[in-house]
């Protein structure tokens, strides 16, 4: 069956980085696109950007852009999500989630990485 | 950017009972419209895309309808599992989330 299974809670200072990690399986990994999207304690869902783990094409969201970089190991059919200069607004859970429809459609996801970003 | 609002932000609704979310975009988004179940300490589920289209496994009693602006979520026959919050996703324009409607016990 379909899973992706996420790297476990980080705790970071602000200004460093954190890369959270997304390992997928139960499906062929380089047929479609992998998301990130996070949830501020409180707070809407928000879409921070994409990979296509086959050809490794990114998008990211104006918000995050030049913050955030999202990359792919094909042969660990992993996803990985980079973020860095945290600052506490930061904090959130941070999930991965796969589209196989190439219009946004999450139909599955990772149980979620806790990021804190705390001095 | 287009803003998704929620009504009502809690529903308070007895098992058994239906229940009826709405959604609302800033603009048109066609029917470019999903729906996501969240329980706590849990991912989100796709229930419904394309504004009326179940995703795999998900039941009967879930059904979706509208188009442009004005979008429900109706949950024929609440089942204990289906107290949890339920969010509005545009992927029209961009993409942006809905704050949530929280499904309650009554």
């Known amino acids: 069956q379909v899973q992706f299974v996420q790297s476990g809670a980080e705790v970071n200072k602000p200004g460093a980085s954190v890369k959270v990690s997304c390992k997928a399986s139960g499906y062929t990994f380089t047929r479609y696109t992998i998301h990130w999207v996070r949830q501020a304690p409180g707070q809407r869902l928000e879409w921070m950007g994409w990979?296509?783990?086959?050809?490794?094409?990114?998008e990211y969201s104006q918000k995050f852009q030049g913050r955030v970089t999202i990359t792919r190991d094909t042969f660990a059919s992993t996803a990985y999500m980079e973020l860095s200069r945290l600052r506490s607004e930061d904090t959130a859970m941070y999930y991965c989630?796969?589209?196989?429809?190439?219009?946004?459609?999450?139909?599955?996801w990772g149980q979620g990485t806790l990021v804190t970003v705390s001095s | 950017e287009i803003v998704m609002t929620q009504s009502p932000a809690t529903l308070s609704v007895s098992p058994g009972e239906r229940a009826t979310l709405s959604c609302r975009a800033s603009?048109?988004?066609?029917?470019?419209l999903a729906w996501y179940q969240q329980k706590p300490g849990q991912a989100p589920r796709l229930l419904i895309y394309?504004?009326?289209t179940r995703a795999t496994g998900i039941p009967a009693r879930f059904s979706g309808s509208g188009s442009g602006t004005e979008f429900t979520l109706t949950i024929s026959s609440l089942l204990s599992e289906d107290f949890a919050v339920y969010y509005c996703h545009q992927y029209h324009s961009g993409t942006t989330f809905g704050p949530g409607t929280k499904v309650d016990i009554k």
């Open positions: 394309g504004a009326s």
């Open positions: 990979i296509h783990a086959g050809n490794g094409a990114t």
């Open positions: 603009q048109s988004v066609g029917s470019n």
């Open positions: 989630a796969r589209d196989t429809s190439g219009y946004f459609v999450f139909d599955y």
